[in-house]
C-alpha cells in the first residue's frame, strides 16, 4: 500500500464504493477461463469435500465427495476433477504460433487459465497438486492415471501463480484488490462477497451496506476452501450421517437419496460463489489491458508450452522440494520479477506512476526548452546527444548523473544533467541517448518537443540479466550438495490420504 | 420422479421448510442464541426425519405404482394417471431396483463375535492381550481377531454396569470386566479395562507400566498373527501399529516378522521389567492391604483420604481371585 | 479481596470470570494498546456474551470436523502410554530407553478438584526433576497455573512436558498437517506462542518447589500429523521471543490499576440478570459503557477479538480501520473527514453516503498536520491528474508495438 491507494480508500469511504487504483487492468483475463471453487473438510490437510468447475457460467461441474474420509472417494473426486481440467487443458493444445527468435520454433498460441477465489484457494490447489502427483496407476495403491497428471498440472498452477508476472492462476481477491481500493482494510478485503460489494454494489446499498450483508455466513456462504462452522455443525454433520447410516444399513435408496441431499446442502455453498466469480472477471475485462500485459502473457504461453511438452514427453513430476540452487534462484529470480512488474505497471498506467511521482521515483511535468539536433563531439565519435528542459511540480530524487526512462520512449536513457528549483516548480535537464535512430540527425517523434507533456522513471522495465548460480550439479556442500535425481518411490505412491 | 401430487407437494412444502430452519438454526448460533438454536435444531431433526419418510413412501408408491402397471401389460392407459406418467413410473420402478442394488450392503452380522454379549467380546479381546487395556485397543483387537461388529458406543458404561453390577451381588459371575488402579492414589486408571480374574499385580499401573504393557500386548498379538491360519489385514495392520513404535522391531509393514517383533518387544521389556515389577508390587500390597473388594476391582475415589478408607476396610481379606 | 480485585469484580457484574487458557493468554500479546481489552480480561468479562448483547456477536465458531480431527489426532499420539510420541522423542531428540515413563495427571479418581489436581501435578514434576530420569519422562494432562493480572488462571493444556537430560520440553499436539517439512506460518506461530504460555506456567509450577527456570527448556516440541497420513511428525520450536513478549504483557495486566484509575467509578458490565438470569439492562446502556473504556481497533482483531465488531463500527471513519499502515501513509491523521478536508476539494467526490466520523472541524490545524496536509493535497493532485488525463504518454515511431 502507498498514500495514494490509502487516501483512495478514504475516498471510497466517503463515496460508499470503491475507488479505483488503476486506470487499466495489469492482468490477463483470458477469453474462456477455468473457473475452480474449492471446499475443503475442515481439519484435515487439503481434504476435499466438493468443489464446482467449468469454464461455462451457466453450466457449472459439481463434485462432491459423500464420505470425505474415505480413501477411494477422495481419489474418484480426483477423477472427476480431472475430467474437467484436463478436458479444459487438452482445448489448448491443439493451435500453434511461431516464435521466432526464441529457443523453440513454436508455442502454444494460447494458454489456459485457472481462477480460484482466493489465496487459500490457491493454497488448496497446489496441497490437492501434491497429495496426487505422486501417486501410481498400478500396485496396491493405484489410481487412474487422470490423477497423477492432474497433480502436475495443478502444481504447475500453483507454482506459476507465486510470479507476480503470471496470469496462468489468480486468486479473485487478488486481482480485484490490485484494481480497486475499497473503504474496508486489506484484511476484509479477503472476502470475495465484501470486496464485491464494495466495487459493484447493489442498487440502493452502499459499499460497506453491501459489504456487511456479505460477512452473514447464512446469507452468503464464505467463498472457501474453508466452509462456515455453523455450516458444518447444523447441516454437513447431518447430511453425511445420513449417508453413512444409509451405506451401514445397505438401503441403496436411502443412499441415494442421502448422497443427493448432501449435494444439494454443498451447491447452496458453491453457487454463490461462483457466481460472485464470473462477475469477478467480467468487472475485469471492463477495463482495458495494459501494455505490457500482453508481453507477460507470451511469457505464460512459453511456460505452458514447456510444461506440456514436458509432461508428454514422460518428464517427471514436480520434485518434493527444491534443491538449494534452484531454492536460491528461484527467490532471485521472483524479486527479479517483482521489481519488472511493478516498473510495467508505472509505465503502463499513470495512477500507478503517481505514486512513484509522491515517492519522489519519478516525475511528470513539461518540455520547456528542446536541444534536438544537439551533438556531442567530445569523444571518439561524434554521437547524437540531445537535450531536453523540462519543468515538473514533482520533487524527485534525481541526482546528476542518473538515468532515467520515459514510458513513451521506453528504448531511450535519459540522463540527468541539472536539476535547479524555480519558484516552487523544479526545472530538470535531461540528455538523452538511444531510440532516435543510427543517424545524427533525430527520427521525427523520437525526441520531445516543446510543449509535450513528459513523464520520466528511474527505473526501465526491461529485462535484467540473471545473477550468476551454480549449476545444480556445483551445489556446494554448505548447501547440502548436489541435488540426488528424482527418482519415484514407493513411498511416495503409497502415503496414506489420512 | 414422484407420480402422485400431493406426495410431491408436500415432500416440497417439507423441503422448504428444511431450508428455512437450516438458516434459522446457523443464524441463532451465529448470534450466540443457544436456547433457541437447541429449540430449532430439535424442529429440524424432526422435520428431516418427515422429509425422509416423504420421500421413501413416494419412492415406494413409485414402485409399486410401477409393478402394476408393468402386470396389466405395456402402453395401456386406462387405470391411474396418464401414459406419460406410467412411463415415468415404469422409468422410477427400474431406476428404484437398480439403486436397491447399488452399494454393496455391509454385512450387519459377520462370525459368531456379535452374537457374544459385549462383555463377553471384551473379555475376549483382553484375554488375548493378557494386559490392561484401552476400549480403542480392544475394538481393534477383537475385529482383528474375532471378527463381526464392536459396539464401541457401549463400552463407556461397561465399566459402571459392572461395578454396579458387583455390587449388587458380588459372586454371582465368574468374571468382571473391572478397572486398572494407579499405583500412587489406586484410583481407577483413566480409560483402561481389565479383568477382574487377573493378579492385583496386573491390575496396578506405575508409570513405567503403560509401556511394559504395550510391549507385551505387541508380543501377544504377533503370536496371535503366527497362529493364524491365513494374513488377515486388520491384524497385521494393528501389527505394525505395534512395531512402529518398539525400536528394531521391523523396517516396514510389508517386511514385518512376528518373531522379529517378539525379539525387539523382549529386549526393551528387559529394560522395564525389574523396575515395574517392584512398583507394581509394592502397589498390590497396598491395595490388597487397604481396600475392599469392589475397590481393588473398581478404584477408590479420592477426596476420601487417599489410599485410605476406613469404612469400607474388610476385617479380614477374603480369598478371591487375584 | 484487594482494591484491584474489587474494581475488576465491579466491572465484571454478577457473571462469573470466564477463566483464561492458553489462547486466551497468547492472544493478549496480539493487540497491546488496547485498554478495552485489557480491562476486559483482567476482569473476566465474557467477551463472546458481552459483544453478541451488545448487538455485535463474535464471528467465531468451530467446525465439528475439526475439533474431532485435532481429538482423534491427539488421542492417537497419546495412546498406550503415549507409544507414538515416545517413538518420536526417541528418534528426534535421543530419549534413552529407560526413560519411558507415563503418567496421566488428569482426573483424579472422580475428583474433579482443579487445586488437587494442580497439587498432584507440582509434586510429580517436582519428583521427576529431583530424580533426573528414573521418576518420570511424560506428564499427561497437566495442571497447570499462572498468575494473569491478579488472578489464577488455570491452564489444561493438551500439552505433556517430558524430561531429557533433566530438563522438561513442553510438548504441543496439533492437527494441522506439516507437508515436506514445511507448515501454515500462522498456525506454526500460534502454536509456538501457546507453548511458551506453557513454558512460564511450568517454570512457575517449578519454582514453587525452588526448581530453576531452566529446568523448563525454552524449546518446545511440536506434534502435528505429516504429509498427508495421520502419522506424527515432531518439530523443535525456540520460543524465548515468545516468552519476553509475552512476560511484558503480563507484566502490563499485573499493573491494570493504572487503566482503571482513568475509569469512572461506576463503569460495570454486568447485564442486571432477572430471577430466571435474564438479562434486563439495555442492550444500548450496555454499549455505551462498554465505550468508556477506550479500544485501539485495528484490523488485526478481526482474527483474535470477540469484540471485534463492536469496535468496527466505533471505528468507522478511522483511518486505523483501513489497515495498520493505512494512518501512518496519511500522514499520521486519525480520521478520514480530517484526511479528506484536508486532501483538498481535487480528487474527493461530494458524493454522499458513508457515515464518517467528525474531524477537527472549525479548529485551524496543529503544526503537525501542516506537513500531513501537504502530503495529502500532493497525493490528492497527482491522483486527480492521472485520473484526468487523456493518453498519458505520445506514441511514437520508435516504440514497438506493446
Known amino acids: 500500500m502507498s498514500t495514494l491507494t490509502s487516501l483512495a480508500r478514504a475516498v471510497a469511504v466517503a463515496a ?25 473438510l475442515a481439519g484435515e490437510a487439503g481434504a476435499p469435500l466438493a468443489a464446482m468447475a467449468g469454464a461455462d457460467p451457466q453450466a457449472p461441474t459439481l463434485l462432491v465427495v459423500a464420505e470425505p474420509r474415505d480413501r477411494d472417494q477422495r481419489f474418484a473426486f480426483a477423477a472427476d476433477l480431472a475430467a474437467v481440467v484436463l478436458r479444459y487443458v487438452e482445448g489448448y493444445l491443439a493451435a500453434e504460433e511461431d516464435t521466432p527468435g526464441r529457443e523453440q520454433a513454436t508455442r502454444y498460441a494460447d494458454a489456459p487459465q485457472l481462477l480460484v477465489p482466493n489465496p487459500a484457494g490457491i493454497a488448496f490447489t497446489r496441497l490437492l497438486g501434491r497429495s496426487t502427483r505422486f501417486r501410481r496407476t498400478e500396485g496396491p495403491y493405484a489410481v487412474p492415471a487422470s490423477v497423477p497428471l492432474l497433480g502436475r498440472w495443478l502444481t504447475f498452477f500453483a507454482e506459476r501463480a ?10 479473485a481477491t487478488d486481482m480485484l484488490a490490485a484494481h480497486w481500493a475499497t473503504g474496508q482494510s486489506p484484511v476484509e478485503d479477503l472476502n470475495l462477497g465484501a470486496l464485491l460489494g464494495w466495487i459493484d454494489p447493489p442498487p440502493g446499498m452502499s459499499g460497506a451496506q453491501a459489504a456487511a450483508m456479505a460477512e452473514d455466513p447464512v446469507r452468503c456462504p464464505p467463498a472457501g476452501p474453508a466452509t462456515d462452522p455453523t455450516f458444518d455443525n447444523e447441516v454437513l454433520d447431518q447430511r453425511m450421517l445420513a449417508v453413512r447410516t444409509a451405506r451401514l444399513a445397505g438401503d441403496g435408496r436411502a443412499y441415494e437419496r442421502a448422497r443427493a441431499a448432501l449435494a444439494e446442502a454443498l451447491a447452496t455453498q458453491l453457487r454463490p460463489t461462483w457466481a460472485l466469480m464470473w462477475r469477478a472477471v467480467a468487472l475485469l475485462r471492463g477495463l482495458p489491458g495494459g501494455e505490457h500485459v500482453r508481453a507477460r502473457w507470451d511469457a505464460d504461453k512459453d511456460a505452458f508450452t514447456w510444461h506440456a511438452r514436458h509432461v508428454a514427453a514422460g518428464g517427471p513430476p514436480q520434485p518434493r522440494r527444491d534443491g538449494a540452487v534452484a531454492a536460491a534462484r528461484r527467490l532471485a529470480g521472483l524479486e527479479r520479477v517483482q521489481e519488472m512488474v511493478a516498473a510495467q505497471r508505472a509505465f503502463d498506467d499513470p495512477l500507478v506512476m503517481a505514486e512513484h511521482r509522491l515517492a519522489g521515483e519519478a516525475f511528470a511535468g513539461t518540455v520547456t526548452a528542446a536541444e534536438p539536433d544537439r551533438v556531442d563531439r567530445g569523444g571518439p565519435r561524434a554521437v547524437l546527444r540531445p537535450r531536453i528542459t523540462v519543468e515538473t511540480g514533482d520533487e524527485p530524487r534525481a541526482d546528476r548523473g542518473a538515468t532515467f526512462t520515459s514510458p513513451a520512449r521506453p528504448g531511450q536513457q535519459a540522463r540527468i544533467v541539472a536539476v535547479t528549483a524555480a519558484g516552487g516548480r523544479t526545472r530538470i535537464v535531461l540528455e538523452l541517448r538511444g531510440g532516435m535512430g543510427r543517424s545524427l540527425t533525430p527520427q521525427p517523434g523520437s525526441v520531445p518537443a516543446v510543449g509535450e507533456s513528459v513523464s520520466y522513471a528511474a527505473f526501465g522495465d526491461g529485462y535484467q540479466p540473471a545473477p550468476a548460480f551454480p549449476a545444480p550439479e556445483d551445489t556446494p556442500w554448505t548447501h547440502g550438495g548436489p541435488p540426488a535425481p528424482y527418482v519415484p518411490s514407493d513411498e511416495e505412491a503409497r502415503e496414506d490420504w489420512s | 420422479m414422484l407420480p402422485s401430487v400431493s406426495v410431491t407437494k408436500s415432500v416440497e412444502t417439507l423441503e422448504r421448510r428444511i431450508v428455512a430452519l437450516r438458516a434459522a438454526v446457523r443464524e441463532a448460533v451465529l448470534a450466540g442464541d443457544r436456547e433457541r438454536a437447541s429449540t430449532l435444531r430439535r424442529d429440524l431433526r424432526a422435520a428431516e426425519r ?71 467380546q471384551v473379555h475376549e479381546a483382553l484375554s488375548l492381550l493378557t494386559v490392561p487395556a484401552a476400549p480403542r485397543l480392544i475394538a481393534t483387537v477383537h475385529e482383528a481377531f474375532f471378527g463381526g461388529a464392536f459396539p464401541s458406543a457401549r463400552l463407556t458404561s461397561l465399566k459402571r454396569d459392572e461395578e454396579r453390577s458387583f455390587r449388587a451381588a458380588p459372586l454371582a459371575r465368574p468374571y468382571y470386566i473391572c478397572a486398572a488402579l494407579t499405583a500412587d492414589l489406586l484410583a481407577p486408571a483413566r480409560g483402561l479395562l481389565a479383568i477382574s480374574t487377573w493378579p492385583m499385580e496386573r491390575r496396578v499401573i506405575g508409570s513405567l507400566s503403560p509401556r511394559v504393557d504395550f510391549l507385551t500386548a505387541a508380543i501377544r498379538v504377533a503370536e496371535a498373527v503366527e497362529r493364524l491360519p491365513a494374513p488377515v489385514p486388520a491384524a497385521r495392520r494393528l501389527l505394525w501399529r505395534f512395531a512402529a513404535s518398539i525400536p528394531g522391531a521391523a523396517d516396514g509393514a510389508a517386511s514385518m516378522q512376528p518373531h522379529e517383533i517378539t525379539e525387539a518387544a523382549l529386549a526393551e521389556l528387559a529394560v522395564h521389567q525389574a523396575a515395574d515389577r517392584a512398583a507394581r508390587q509394592a502397589a498390590a500390597r497396598r491395595a490388597r492391604e487397604q481396600l475392599g473388594d469392589a475397590e481393588q476391582l473398581f478404584g477408590t475415589r479420592i477426596g476420601l483420604a487417599a489410599g485410605h478408607r476406613a469404612g469400607a476396610r474388610r476385617p479380614a481379606p477374603r480369598r478371591r481371585g487375584r | 479481596m484487594n482494591g484491584t480485585e474489587a474494581r475488576l469484580a465491579r466491572i465484571r457484574g454478577r457473571a462469573l470470570a470466564k477463566t483464561h487458557n492458553a489462547r486466551t493468554i497468547a492472544a493478549l500479546a496480539s493487540n497491546p494498546g488496547c485498554a478495552r481489552r485489557a480491562v476486559m480480561d483482567a476482569a473476566g468479562v465474557d467477551k463472546p456474551r458481552i459483544a453478541a448483547y451488545a448487538g455485535f456477536p463474535a464471528p467465531f465458531g468451530q467446525s465439528r470436523f475439526a475439533l474431532a480431527r485435532g ?57 521427576a526433576a529431583a530424580s533426573r530420569g528414573d521418576a518420570g519422562t511424560m506428564f499427561d494432562h497437566p495442571l497447570l497455573r499462572l498468575q494473569v493480572g491478579g488472578r489464577y488462571a488455570f491452564l489444561e493444556p493438551d500439552l505433556i512436558a517430558f524430561q531429557l537430560h533433566g530438563r522438561f520440553h513442553v510438548v504441543e499436539i496439533k492437527s494441522f498437517a506439516v507437508i515436506d517439512g514445511q507448515a501454515d506460518g500462522d498456525k506454526v506461530a500460534a502454536a509456538a506462542i501457546q507453548s511458551a504460555v506453557y513454558v512460564l506456567a511450568l517454570r512457575d509450577a517449578l519454582a514453587e518447589q525452588h526448581i530453576p527456570a531452566e529446568a523448563v527448556s525454552h524449546e518446545t516440541i511440536l506434534v502435528c500429523p505429516k504429509d498427508f497420513s495421520s502419522r506424527p511428525a515432531a518439530a523443535a520450536i525456540d520460543v524465548r521471543k515468545q516468552l519476553t513478549v509475552l512476560r511484558r504483557q503480563l507484566s502490563r495486566i499485573a499493573r491494570i490499576d493504572d487503566l482503571l484509575d482513568l475509569l469512572p467509578a461506576g463503569l460495570t458490565f454486568d447485564l442486571d440478570p432477572d430471577g430466571e438470569g435474564v438479562p434486563r439492562r439495555s442492550p444500548a446502556d450496555l454499549a455505551a459503557a462498554i465505550r468508556q473504556v477506550d479500544a485501539a481497533y485495528v484490523p488485526e482483531c478481526l482474527s483474535t477479538c470477540e469484540m471485534c465488531y463492536f469496535c468496527r463500527e466505533e471505528a468507522r471513519g478511522c483511518t486505523a480501520a483501513l489497515g495498520r499502515a493505512a494512518r501512518e501513509e496519511l500522514g499520521g491523521v486519525e480520521h478520514v473527514a480530517t484526511v479528506l478536508r484536508l486532501a483538498g476539494a481535487a480528487g474527493t467526490p461530494g458524493a454522499p453516503g458513508g457515515t464518517v466520523a467528525s474531524g477537527t472541524a472549525g479548529t485551524p490545524d496543529a503544526p503537525d498536520l501542516a506537513e500531513a496536509a501537504e502530503l495529502l493535497r500532493r497525493a490528492a493532485r497527482l491522483r486527480a491528474e492521472a485520473l484526468h488525463t487523456d493518453a498519458p504518454r505520445a506514441g511514437t515511431p520508435g516504440r514497438e508495438a506493446g
Open chain 1, 16 to 40: 460508499g464504493t470503491a475507488q479505483r487504483t488503476c486506470t487499466v487492468r495489469h492482468v490477463h483475463v483470458g477469453a474462456r477461463p477455468l473457473v475452480f471453487v474449492p471446499l475443503a
Open chain 1, 162 to 171: 507465486e510470479s507476480p508476472a503470471s496470469s496462468l492462476m489468480l486468486a
Open chain 2, 50 to 120: 418427515a422429509w425422509d419418510d416423504a420421500l421413501a413412501a413416494a419412492e415406494a408408491k413409485a414402485a409399486a405404482e410401477a409393478g402394476a402397471a408393468a402386470e396389466a401389460g405395456a402402453g395401456a392407459e386406462a387405470g391411474a394417471g396418464a401414459g406419460h406418467a406410467d412411463a415415468a413410473a415404469d422409468a422410477d420402478a427400474v431406476h428404484a431396483a437398480a439403486t436397491a442394488a447399488a452399494p454393496a450392503p455391509q454385512a450387519a452380522a459377520r462370525g459368531r463375535g456379535s452374537l457374544l454379549p459385549l462383555r463377553e
Open chain 3, 71 to 127: 481429538n482423534a489426532f491427539e488421542a492417537q499420539v497419546k495412546a498406550n502410554g503415549a507409544a507414538e510420541l515416545l517413538t518420536l522423542l526417541r528418534e528426534h531428540l535421543g530419549l534413552p530407553i529407560p526413560q519411558a515413563h507415563y503418567d496421566d495427571l488428569g482426573e483424579v479418581g472422580g475428583n474433579p478438584s482443579l487445586d488437587l489436581r494442580h497439587a498432584r501435578t507440582k509434586a510429580l514434576l517436582a519428583r
